[in-house]
């Protein structure tokens, strides 16, 4: 009787871990692709002092983040995204803008690869 | 390295918990759903060791969720004949009053050389000795003889019975007094003390010491190391 109540316990939390773990990757990687959108605006009103600011919030956020993201998710994977997020404040001038888009694709790609990887079961 | 090796030491003693967890069932022969846990749980233990890039926890967490799931299927079976039927199947009958059912062995994909390895095993050289046979949930064979051929018993054999109704038990165990055993045959460290001194030996001195409910007793001397 103690082990079935031992299992009922672990499948319950398994299942904490599992709602848990949804809810803080999804936080984590809508807010992501949130700023990533601010970045794009704010770039795109050609206001870059305000864009490179919002990628460096956008990289401090995510620094803060990472552990979390690695708890759960395949290190390679995270890591992989942070470079990409790292590249952005090389292109955040009048200059470069196009790369910036195109940067911005690709690390929002990147995170919506990572939140695919999580979330489907297939 | 040293995450490896953190790694390694966890999994390994988690893997421990967790059979320990699911019992000593687990260590028997094996039913299908069993075999399967235990294959799928070493399988998850070792990628967790060998792959550092994946997180713990999507090794970790399976292994628990395949031990809590075993747990509470064999907790089914034993409430109901049915799930038990439907999980780890029923015993078949392959040898019937001496004749073997081909049509059972067919359908069990049991050959005749496995047939002829089983009642082996079970040291039966003849088939015409064996009146039943069954293959059993777990895959090992059963095997009942014919009564000309069968061993005698105690009883055939009109042998009196010993003093002793229950076995010896280990009431000291390297030098260490076994309490719970001591209760069952009713003796006390004092008793058990002077058996140790008529055999010129001090209780730091013994390795095994055991009694049955007639008061026999063994004792093993330790060895000098």
């Not at chain 2, 490896?4 to 988690?14: G, K, M, P």
Request: charged fraction near 20%.
């Amino acid at each position: 009787m103690r082990r079935i109540r031992i299992a009922i316990f672990i499948l319950l939390l398994a299942a904490a871990l599992s709602a848990a773990s949804h809810f803080a990757v999804f936080r984590v990687t809508q807010s992501v692709q949130a700023q990533l959108s601010g970045i794009r605006a704010a770039a795109g009103a050609q206001n870059y002092e305000n864009a490179a600011h919002q990628i460096d919030a956008l990289l401090e956020y995510y620094e803060t983040r990472q552990h979390l993201l690695e708890f759960f998710i395949r290190r390679e994977t995270v890591t992989s995204a942070s470079v990409s997020l790292h590249g952005l404040s090389a292109y955040a001038n009048g200059e470069t803008i196009q790369d910036l888009f195109s940067e911005i694709d690709k690390a929002s790609e990147q995170i919506h690869a990572m939140e695919h990887l999580f979330f489907s079961i297939f | 390295m040293a995450i490896l090796l953190f790694r390694t030491l966890l999994v390994y003693v988690l893997i421990i918990g967790a059979m320990r967890l699911m019992g000593k069932k687990q260590l028997g022969e094996l039913q299908p759903s069993e075999l399967v846990s235990t294959i799928l749980i070493s399988n998850l233990a070792s990628i967790s060791i060998e792959s550092p890039e994946l997180p713990l926890i999507g090794s970790v967490v399976p292994v628990f969720i395949i031990v809590a799931t075993e747990i509470l299927l064999s907790a089914l079976c034993v409430r109901s004949r049915r799930a038990a039927k439907l999980v780890s199947g029923s015993p078949r009958v392959i040898i019937r009053n001496g004749v073997i059912d081909q049509a059972t062995l067919f359908d069990l994909r049991f050959t005749v050389d496995d047939l002829l390895e089983a009642l082996r095993g079970k040291d039966v050289f003849e088939l015409s000795d064996v009146a039943f046979a069954i293959v059993e949930t777990n895959g090992s064979v059963s095997v009942l003889k014919k009564f000309p051929r069968d061993t005698p018993c105690n009883e055939d054999l009109h042998i009196e019975p010993p003093t002793a109704k229950q076995p010896s038990l280990p009431l000291l165990v390297d030098g260490v007094l076994n309490p719970v055993n001591m209760r069952l045959y009713s003796v006390d460290a004092d008793w058990i003390d002077a058996q140790c001194r008529n055999a010129g030996l001090a209780r730091k001195d013994v390795l095994l010491f055991l009694c049955n409910d007639a008061k026999e007793t063994s004792i093993v001397k330790k060895e000098s190391r």
